[in-house]
């Protein structure tokens, strides 16, 4: 099992950043790819980005492309996303998650393994 935590949401205006952090702990030898998914109100759990666990590859939706960067730490078994010009249509939970392989798209929402709680972000206009 992997249990994963994440911190670093709130309100923020248009054009501000955030930092989210996701920690985890328990099986982390066992992650492949480490992700942050979002939902917004009334709309379907879309992907952001996402990290390779032991490796310099990075994904990123195009919404968030030259905005968000996606970074860890390995040591303190964390992961980050940075997000800077932040718009309204950024507003969302904020999800840190888990895939154990690397079989099949960091964009699938079903073949991440482990989720956090979710964080709200909310960008005021």
């Known amino acids: 099992q992997v249990q994963l935590v994440e911190s670093g949401g709130g309100l923020v205006q248009a054009g501000g950043s955030l930092r989210l952090s996701c920690a985890a702990s328990?099986?982390?030898?066992?992650?492949?790819?480490m992700g942050w998914l979002r939902q917004a109100p009334g709309k379907e759990r879309e992907f952001v980005t996402a990290i390779r666990w032991s490796g310099s590859n990075t994904y990123y939706a195009d919404s968030v492309k030259g905005r968000f960067t996606i970074s860890r730490d390995n040591a303190k078994n964390t992961v980050y996303l940075q997000m800077n010009n932040l718009k309204p249509e950024d507003t969302a939970v904020y999800y840190c998650?888990?895939?154990?392989?690397?079989?099949?798209?960091?964009?699938?929402?079903?073949?991440?393994?482990?989720w956090g709680q979710g964080t709200q972000v909310t960008v005021s206009s």
């Open positions: 998650a888990a895939k154990v392989t690397g079989i099949g798209s960091v964009a699938s929402m079903s073949r991440y393994d482990y």
């Open positions: 328990g099986r982390t030898f066992s992650i492949y790819h």
